[in-house]
């Protein structure tokens, strides 16, 4: 009897040290991801371009836009030079993590100066860090627009 108290008792301690262990890494992914958009907003080139990994790969909104790391330095730097990039703020994250807990993506909804965005990422677990390999945005259209949009395109 004891013995199955004892059993159940690490087992709710362990799996409440998982729980929180999840959220922590949440929160620090959460972290990462806010600190990289508000670098952005400052034009810090350095604190945004340290957040990925060196494989990563950017994708904008236009066809055209899919860089690797060196390819969106080199597209960002006259932003950033001129102490003004872009102001994005997530409202709406979602983040998974794989079984081994070294990868973990995520989609986001961010206040935009093109209005609600939408973007979806990677973030890999290396070296002891957390490095955003992968990043999506795409433009957001409501559906009752779609004709319009369309029309447009």
């Known amino acids: 009897m004891i013995k199955n ?7 709710a301690i362990s799996l409440g040290a998982c729980q929180s262990n999840t ?9 990462i991801l806010n600190d990289w958009h508000l670098a952005a907003s400052h ?9 990925l990994s060196k494989d990563a790969v950017y994708i904008g909104t236009d066809a055209s836009e899919r860089w690797t790391k060196r390819e969106f330095y080199n597209f960002c ?22 079984e081994d807990g070294k ?11 093109m209005g609600v965005c939408r973007a979806s990422g990677v973030l890999q677990h290396k070296e002891g860090q957390w490095k955003i390999s992968h990043y999506q945005l795409s433009v957001t259209v409501k559906n009752e627009h779609m004709k319009q949009f369309l029309e447009i395109k």
Do not use: V
Request: proline share 2%; charged share 30%; net charge negative.
């Open 5 to 11: 108290i004892l059993l159940l008792l690490t087992l």
């Open 23 to 31: 959220k922590t890494e949440k929160e620090e992914l959460n972290q």
């Open 43 to 51: 034009a810090d080139i350095d604190a945004y371009f340290s957040a």
């Open 77 to 98: 730097a006259p932003y950033f030079e001129k102490g003004k990039a872009w102001d994005f703020k997530a409202f709406d994250r979602k983040i998974y993590f794989s």
């Open 103 to 113: 990868t973990a993506w995520f989609n986001e909804l961010l206040n935009t100066w």
